[in-house]
């Protein structure tokens, strides 16, 4: 194996994802063995690779990979969501530039754009994550629009809905004027904005009394029904059963009363406008307002705006304060600092918008989903998240499942009369054709007489059901796959969908198995940049990933993101971390040339040194692995690849490597060789799941393997209990050999010139690891002594002292110069520790630790002094 070269991340990488799916180590079929199933988080389906997809989808792989390793059947389910707003906003942009617009167009003639789309640009994320080194059952590969994932959504609809828990209500909705659809309120970004209190005035009919009114929409007064104040505020008693006069548009209407209004907000009187206020609207029902809706769908003024008809909302608040200042209506404008909803998708600011949507009643349904994760049968990781989890779950609202879109599943309700009223719900036309006869009484309705519903539902709607669905548990709830493998055992997502996502699909659990969908659920973190904003494309501070991986390849990448990204802490990403990576890739990859450069020989026997370095570093390995097995029990992933990685760079290359190593020229026992070779297998076993690529690599180049003997499907080692005492010990001959060097350095003193030790065992540490000092130190013998050697410099590791003779190495008297002067500075700094230790206030006055800590001080002063008057001593004699 002599001449192994330099390594190519790029070659490896190709080589040995083909070699996986060529030899189908990534596909699951029900067995007799214990089943790990993850399911992927369902990126968009026209979406491509970012930094949050790379840090969920490399942890997510890291946990496969290691399950595979356990003799777990390991399934790993990818896929794709249709995702309604984002996909059909792509496919109306990509029309308006061909000069189509959507409403030229039949809703088939849509869907045909929208599939071609689909078809085109759908799945390139998962052809991304391949690059990633992602070991999904790519064979299970599955879409939310797929026919079977079609079928049990509109199942469920049809089921909850039979169970009365879905309903058609008029409701105020959150309408996002971009896309043109209803939000559920999960969709709806709070975000505080800096926008104005415009204060106008209102007069009261037949009389030159004004009303003054606070109001950060003047725009909406074109809609007012109302003017409202509080029963008991004094200062406007008066008012009490008159009307106002709306500026503008004239309308005439009533002053209200009602405890709602806050005295001490704004001037205490509320314009009332119904149809564009939650709050408004519920005094509107109270009091039996009219509603006036003044918006069309895309938040331009329809004919209620008078004169404003068909401008924007936003161009009308500027019109409308001009013109009110003009009619003497505007008293005054103060900046005014408050929350605005914004869209999730587009970021368009939510108008409050009254219409008829479908409803799904969350209360009854989101109890089992509380109690499982308060109970901690569905554990979060972090624990942080569950109190914010509780919160929401405890004051969740009906979910508004409608979406006023053509690209989705198409709401399974068909309506048979000439209103909205009369409708069935049913899976085929053909069946809501028997339930509207049966309904009407009318045997002679036809196709032709049923209308479905035009609405798609909401695309969590479908997701929610993931985790069962993509084993078709929902048509198929005794099929022996659902069976097999749910609940999965992990699922890796973002915070940010919780709710969205995660709350709603271990409600669908309980509802449609009885059982929790996962059972844990591991919370990212916001991959963000140095300056800690989060990374965007509007930003420009988000790289590439596939540029990333081209750089520093994919093991690379993997490990700079698992770096520092503690689960539900957000990760500051630097490309720093994937070059310290990439450095990593090629430590292990260093460490296998050079053990393959080795030559062997079965004539030589193991020395007792080999002997001791393998006994050494296998309990180390152990010592190790137990520590890694604990941090992934606690979903620490990052602290598993720190442990690992400290492992491999200090333990097994630094120190383990340099002590076994022959001689230059020489051979190595072939028994020594192969003890080493088995210690490298159980290193790559563990590095597996954070760098498959290039430890696969070094697996198949160590020895021939059989496709059986892939790395991917080796067996995790066995943990065994490590000796820590002997751990313990070389831990104390680590800082020997490091102390040796360090003298060697500051003296000048070239390895090539072996030299002798002399050692003052007074912690009686012994020679177990005597020959490893010899060697790391290239020493020449090594005496044990409590008389420090003439012309020798020393140093302490605990309370032994070491002795290096320096005689022919240094200027001596440079030497003694120096030596004085650190004496005489040790010796004041003494004096000034044990004169604060001599002062009874603070010895009584102090905190115990900080007494403690300068009795340390006094200790090491002294023994420092020692060994200062020892050197000084040996170099004298020698003189």
Avoid at 587 to 600: D, H, M, Q
Avoid at 728 to 742: L, P
Wanted: with cysteine; charged share 25%.
């Amino acid at each position: 194996m002599s001449g192994v070269g330099k390594y190519n991340a790029n070659a490896v990488e190709n080589h040995w994802y083909d070699y996986w799916m060529n030899h189908g180590y990534f596909h699951s079929e029900v067995d007799d063995r214990t089943p790990y199933t993850i399911v992927i988080p369902p990126p968009n389906v026209t979406g491509v690779l970012h930094m949050g997809h790379m840090l969920n989808n490399t942890l997510q792989d890291v946990l496969i990979r290691r399950a595979r390793l356990k003799g777990f059947n390991a399934c790993w389910v990818p896929g794709t969501d249709h995702a309604s707003i984002a996909t059909e906003a792509k496919v109306v942009a990509k029309l308006k530039s061909e000069g189509i617009e959507k409403s030229d167009l039949s809703r088939e003639e849509f869907l045909e754009h929208a599939w071609a789309w689909t078809h085109k640009h759908g799945g390139i994320i998962l052809e991304q994550l391949k690059k990633l080194g992602a070991s999904c059952d790519w064979e299970r590969t599955k879409f939310t629009m797929d026919e079977d994932l079609s079928e049990s959504v509109i199942q469920v609809f049809i089921d909850l809905y039979q169970k009365g828990l879905i309903y058609r209500g008029y409701r105020m909705v959150n309408w996002d004027p971009e896309a043109k659809t209803t939000l559920s309120d999960e969709e709806v970004i709070h975000q505080e904005r800096q926008g104005h209190l415009y204060y106008i005035n209102y007069t009261v009919v037949d009389s030159d009394q004004k009303v003054l009114i606070a109001t950060t929409r003047p725009e909406t007064l074109l809609g007012d029904t109302a003017v409202c104040i509080h029963p008991e505020d004094p200062r406007y008693a008066h008012l009490k059963g008159k009307k106002v006069v709306v500026p503008i548009c004239g309308r005439e209407v009533p002053i209200i009363e009602d405890e709602y209004v806050a005295m001490d907000f704004g001037t205490g009187c509320l314009k009332v406008t119904p149809a564009h206020d939650e709050n408004d609207k519920t005094l509107g029902e109270k009091h039996q307002l009219d509603v006036i809706d003044i918006f069309n769908d895309d938040a331009t003024l329809n004919q209620h705006g008078l004169h404003y008809q068909g401008q924007d909302r936003f161009a009308v608040r500027k019109a409308i304060v001009k013109e009110l200042e003009t009619l003497g209506c505007l008293e005054k404008v103060e900046t005014h600092t408050h929350k605005v909803g914004t869209s999730e998708r587009t970021g368009a600011v939510i108008e409050p918008k009254l219409s008829d949507q479908w409803f799904l009643k969350m209360k009854d349904l989101a109890q089992p989903a509380l109690d499982a994760v308060l109970n901690k049968d569905v554990a979060l990781v972090p624990e942080k998240f569950v109190n914010t989890y509780r919160h929401w779950m405890e004051g969740v609202r009906d979910w508004n499942i409608s979406r006023q879109l053509w690209w989705g599943h198409q709401i399974p309700a068909y309506y048979y009369g000439s209103g909205r009223e009369d409708f069935v719900v049913a899976a085929t036309e053909q069946k809501a054709l028997e339930l509207a006869r049966e309904a009407s009484g009318n045997p002679l309705l036809s196709i032709e007489d049923l209308t479905q519903d035009p609405d798609v539902l909401d695309t969590w709607f479908s997701s929610w059901l993931w985790p069962i669905s993509v084993f078709d548990g929902i048509r198929h709830p005794e099929n022996q796959e659902i069976n097999y493998y749910y609940p999965t055992n992990d699922l890796v997502t973002a915070p940010e969908i919780l709710f969205f996502w995660v709350a709603r699909m271990i409600i669908a659990g309980y509802e449609y198995r009885g059982a929790r969908p996962f059972e844990h659920v591991y919370l990212t973190g916001i991959v963000r940049d140095k300056q800690r904003r989060k990374m965007s494309k509007s930003l420009g501070n988000s790289p590439d990933p596939l540029e990333l991986i081209k750089q520093y390849g994919a093991d690379g990448v993997r490990v700079g993101m698992l770096l520092s990204s503690p689960a539900g802490n957000d990760l500051m990403f630097d490309q720093d971390l994937c070059q310290q990576g990439s450095g990593f890739v090629n430590k292990i990859w260093n460490a296998f040339r050079l053990v393959s450069g080795w030559e062997t020989s079965s004539d030589i026997a193991m020395s007792p040194s080999d002997q001791k370095a393998i006994e050494w570093y296998g309990h180390k390995f152990q010592s190790a692995l137990n520590e890694i097995e604990d941090h992934y029990s606690k979903y620490r992933i990052s602290d598993a690849l720190m442990t690992t990685y400290k492992l491999i760079w200090d333990d097994f290359c630094s120190w383990f490597l340099e002590w076994i190593k022959p001689e230059y020229g020489k051979a190595i026992s072939q028994e020594t060789y192969l003890k080493i070779i088995g210690l490298f297998e159980d290193n790559l076993k563990i590095l597996h799941p954070f760098v498959p690529f290039v430890s696969e690599e070094i697996w198949q180049n160590l020895t021939k393997r059989t496709p059986d003997e892939a790395l991917i499907i080796a067996s995790w080692p066995k943990l065994e209990q490590p000796d820590e005492d002997l751990i313990n010990s070389f831990e104390h001959t680590k800082e020997v050999v490091s102390g040796i060097r360090a003298l060697r350095k500051e003296k000048n003193i070239p390895f090539k010139d072996a030299v002798a030790l002399t050692i003052n065992d007074v912690a009686q540490i012994g020679d177990y690891f005597e020959a490893a000092v010899i060697k790391l130190c290239h020493l020449s013998d090594i005496n044990y002594s409590d008389q420090a050697p003439d012309g020798a410099q020393s140093f302490r590791v605990a309370s032994n002292e070491y002795f290096i003779p320096v005689v022919g190495h240094v200027d001596l008297d440079e030497e003694r110069k120096k030596l004085t002067q650190e004496l005489t500075y040790t010796e004041g700094f003494l004096k000034s520790v044990q004169a604060k230790l001599s002062n009874s206030r603070f010895v009584d006055n102090a905190p115990e630790a900080v007494v403690d800590s300068e009795r340390k001080k006094e200790a090491d002063a002294m023994a420092k002094i020692k060994t200062l008057k020892s050197a000084l001593a040996a170099l004298n004699k020698s003189s």
